[in-house]
């Protein structure tokens, strides 16, 4: 499945217009999500006509339906946060690639109410429990199923959304029977994930004693002064030689040591102290000053801040936001709400780029393997493309011995190893830790089964990785959304190539505003029109919540549910609050368990609070 995936994603990619693909001397990360659809949903056209006979591969295929995609290595500094959520604040492509899933998903969640309705229409009047029942049935796509106020939920999920009863009326869906979700990277996700070998012992309990250490001394900000002077590529071999990210563990990434957290939280009495000191010295805004420098060793195993020009970032690396989704899932507080259950990834699919001619040689024996940034980009740069494989031979110091098991070995420390006895002893029940499928998918596979060329690597085809010519990270993202389910049809343009879905829409964003490409600038700090926002920031997203929301509440009430009157009145709805508001309303199981997971000491506990100024604001009506 693994090797399926990636050709599914990179194949979709390159049938999508040129727009906001990387320029002639730009590379990119490309994340993709495909749904694995039971072969009896997926043998169709998306016009209930079958597919004519056709081999087993091909068949397989089609069973992959690519949904969602992103692009992009760039963040925003925390300054130039939107205060109405009308930016991307993060827009690397595993984020973006996620927000656009979670676009796709709202979409298809209003077709099955909307299904629903009209079989209900149909059916004459207000339904019964049976009646009910079948208009559910009928309402239901490929991917999604409607399931009925007081009915179980037939994947067995109890605890994915919990908004109160009175708002939502406890409506609720989930996947269809066998489909799952599958996530393809181009490259390693930056942060843990990107340093594929552990510095020895005594260096790693240092480098993670201090990851809690607060900036104090002028030696900190000679540190950030030297780190900015040198360049990525020159200060890539002057360490000890482990593998590094541009991802940046904050020294201020708690007010107290592990050892002072351990210490504390086993004294009676001491937790809620504990908590009054977290809150006492939340987070300032993060400067240059409070990083390792750039020349010092990189601790395995930590949270890390994304970097960026300018003022600091606020946004955690993707390493550490995979950690998160695979302990929570990916749906957010807001999606939580309608779903019966977390949705997890069933796989996660890691490309490697290929060797460069221009890339230092191996380390000598001995040393472990080292991904290099790229020559000439400057260490404080916003972008994921500065985690860049220098060579594929075999990697020394590292067991089992090569680059694809080092690869793995990282990917599986950062996204599943560091918080497996967490989520053991702190998940509430309805929430486990997920465990996908991890595949590294190496440099050498060709890309003419997918892109058509004569050969060379996928991603150099796609314009993907980092080459001689191509030294510069994008500054644009792309992201598309597939159409709804009932409407997937593909094409399929020889018998060598992958078929893709027809359809959907894409769009551009500009990495360093957040904004729709083309439509200008807004100053920091202002509120930014409609016309300028893109269809997966904060505010459109929440846009097609309270849609749901409204669509939800204006179902036919079932004999199982209170009548009207005796719901909240409206002013008290979560339909007209604010964003901040409904994400604590909506499902408050997520929010415990996140707030589980966060409690010193906890390798989470470094994660960088939002100020909550940034999710007051409302939609206009």
């Known amino acids: 499945m693994d090797d399926s995936v990636a050709q599914a994603v990179l194949a979709t990619f390159a049938a999508l217009p040129k727009k906001a693909k990387p320029q002639p001397h730009e590379h990119t990360v490309l994340a993709g999500i495909a749904l694995s659809l039971p072969a009896d949903s997926s043998n169709s056209n998306g016009s209930g006509v079958s597919l004519p006979g056709a081999e087993q591969q091909q068949q397989q295929q089609q069973r992959l339906a690519v949904v969602a995609i992103g692009t992009g290595t760039k963040c925003l500094g925390a300054s130039q946060r939107a205060p109405d959520g009308g930016a991307v604040n993060d827009c690397h492509g595993e984020v973006l690639c996620r927000r656009a899933l979670l676009r796709w998903l709202y979409c298809e969640m209003q077709l099955v109410v909307e299904q629903y309705n009209l079989a209900v229409q149909q059916a004459g009047g207000p339904p ?28 067995g999920g109890s605890a994915g959304g919990e908004a109160p009863a009175d708002e939502l009326g406890s409506w609720r869906f989930e996947l269809q029977q066998g489909v799952q979700a599958h996530l393809y990277i181009s490259q390693p996700p930056c942060g843990d994930a990107a340093i594929l070998a552990s510095p020895p012992p005594s260096q790693h309990s240092h480098a993670a004693a201090q990851q809690c250490s607060p900036p104090s001394t002028s030696a900190n900000h000679q540190d950030c002064n030297l780190a900015g002077s040198a360049t990525a590529g020159s200060a890539a071999w002057a360490g000890a030689g482990f593998g590094r990210t541009g991802a940046k563990r904050l020294k201020g990434a708690a007010t107290l040591t592990p050892e002072q957290q351990l210490a504390a939280a086993s004294m009676p009495g001491d937790a809620t102290v504990l908590q009054q000191q977290q809150q006492q010295q939340q987070w300032h805004l993060p400067q240059q000053c409070d990083v390792e420098g750039y020349a010092e060793e990189q601790a395995v195993g930590v949270v890390r801040r994304k970097p960026g020009r300018g003022d600091a970032t606020l946004s955690m690396s993707c390493s550490d936001k995979l950690a998160r989704w695979c302990l929570q899932g990916m749906q957010g507080s807001l999606l939580g709400a309608w779903l019966t259950a977390p949705l997890h990834l069933a796989s996660i699919t890691i490309g490697l780029p290929p060797a ?48 694809v098991a080092a690869a793995e070995a990282a990917l599986r420390r950062a996204l599943l190893d560091r918080t497996a006895e967490l989520a053991a002893q702190r998940l509430p029940a ?7 499928q991890l595949h590294i998918h190496p440099p050498g596979a060709k890309a003419a089964a997918t892109a058509g060329s004569d050969g060379g690597s996928v991603c150099q085809a796609l314009d993907l990785a980092p080459s001689a010519i191509r030294t510069s990270a994008g500054g644009a993202s792309l992201v598309w959304v597939a159409p709804p389910s009932p409407e997937f ?24 505003s957040g904004l729709k490409a083309g439509s200008g600038k807004v100053g920091a700090g202002q509120a930014v029109p409609a016309a300028r926002q893109s269809s997966v920031c904060k505010a459109a997203l929440f846009r097609q919540w309270q849609a749901l929301a409204a669509a939800v509440a204006s179902l036919p009430l079932l004999p199982t549910q209170r009548p009207k009157e005796e719901q909240l009145p409206p002013k008290h709805s979560l339909r007209v609050c604010s964003y901040r508001a409904a994400k604590q309303a909506a499902c408050p199981s997520y929010r415990e368990a996140w707030q589980r997971l966060r409690q010193p000491p906890s ?7 939002k100020p909550a100024a940034l999710e007051d604001f409302a939609l206009p009506a």
């Open 128 to 155: 019964d429990a049976a009646a009910a029942a079948e208009a559910a049935a009928q309402a239901g796509t490929p991917v999604l199923r409607l399931v009925l106020p007081g009915e179980a939920s037939s994947n």
């Open 356 to 403: 460069r001619s221009c890339d230092p040689p191996l380390p000598a024996s001995g040393t472990p393997y080292s991904l290099a940034p790229v020559a000439g980009m400057a260490a404080g740069s916003a972008s994921e493309g500065a985690d860049v494989a220098v060579c594929t031979a075999e990697v020394s110091g590292t067991a089992p011995g090569n680059l």
């Open 430 to 436: 309805g929430f486990r830790q997920a465990a996908p």
């Open 489 to 512: 049809q593909w094409k399929q343009k020889g018998p060598a190539l992958v078929a893709t879905l027809v359809g959907g829409s894409s769009e551009g964003i500009t990495g360093s």
């Open 603 to 609: 390798p989470l506990a470094g994660w960088i609070p």
